[in-house]
T-cell receptor, first 113, second 114 residues
Framework: ETGVTQSPTHLIKTRGQQVTLRCSSQ?????VSWYQQALGQGPQFIFQ???????GRGNFPPRFSGLQFPNYSSELNVNALELDDSALYLC????????????FGPGTRLLVL | AQSVTQLGSHVSVSEGALVLLRCNYS??????LFWYVQYPNQGLQLLLK??????LVKGINGFEAEFKKSETSFHLTKPSAHMSDAAEYFC????????????FGTGTRLLVSP
């Protein structure tokens, strides 16, 4: 069974740029959630995707957007990067109807300069 | 709204000592509760979860937690700490608002000394 994978592991961008982060769900999982974990904080929910549509969203601005593909892989896109976007971005996959049990990837650490 | 409070941003124990990490939640409905562990520069690993049934939940690496509704608590314990237990621990509650999302506490860093 393949776990959740994310790429890249680390990324450095400058303010105003755009970034795309990628996630491959655990085998058999059809729901993906994204979280932002700032330094010294717990993860904060960004949004969740199911059947290629956004299923729910946290308190993040529209410049945070996502995609889910037919193979259940996913992307997180962030436009107009701000310094405060520097964080660890975590992807988690789960089964629809069992979304409470989420399995996390290793994360992508984004640094915005 | 559901929320999670973890008491103590840092907990220090000696190797072989009891580990107790505290978590209290607020919820208007029966919650699903979780403990995750995060090792340096890694993602989150599920330690254990409570959904329904037995209130004492056993997880991986010898950890367990007890759901106490009357105290709105879900404290994590391990009888004997090991050096490899040093990590950040997060308590989380599943919030169902038409979809499920996890609401995390701010985390507790466990330090284990020889």
């Amino acid at each position: 069974e393949t776990g959740v994978t994310q790429s890249p592991t680390h990324l450095i961008k400058t303010r105003g740029q755009q970034v795309t982060l990628r996630c491959s769900s655990q085998s058999g999982h059809n729901t993906v959630s994204w979280y932002q974990q700032a330094l010294g904080q717990g993860p904060q929910f960004i949004f969740q995707y199911y059947r290629e549509e956004e299923n729910g969203r946290g308190n993040f601005p529209p410049r945070f957007s996502g995609l889910q593909f037919p193979n259940y892989s996913s992307e997180l896109n962030v436009n107009a990067l701000e310094l405060d976007d520097s964080a660890l971005y975590l992807c988690a996959s789960s089964l629809k109807g069992r979304e409470e049990t989420q399995y996390f990837g290793p994360g992508t650490r984004l640094l915005v300069l | 709204a559901q929320s999670v409070t973890q008491l103590g941003s840092h907990v220090s124990v000696s190797e072989g000592a009891l580990v107790l990490l505290r978590c209290n939640y607020s919820s208007s409905v029966p919650p699903y509760l979780f403990w995750y562990v995060q090792y340096p520069n890694q993602g989150l690993q599920l330690l254990l979860k409570y959904t329904t049934g037995a209130t004492l939940v056993k997880g991986i690496n010898g950890f367990e937690a007890e759901f106490k509704k009357s105290e709105t608590s879900f404290h994590l314990t391990k009888p004997s700490a090991h050096m490899s237990d040093a990590a950040e621990y997060f308590c989380a509650v599943a919030l169902n608002t038409g979809f499920q999302k996890l609401v995390f506490g701010t985390g507790t860093r466990l330090l284990v000394s020889p």
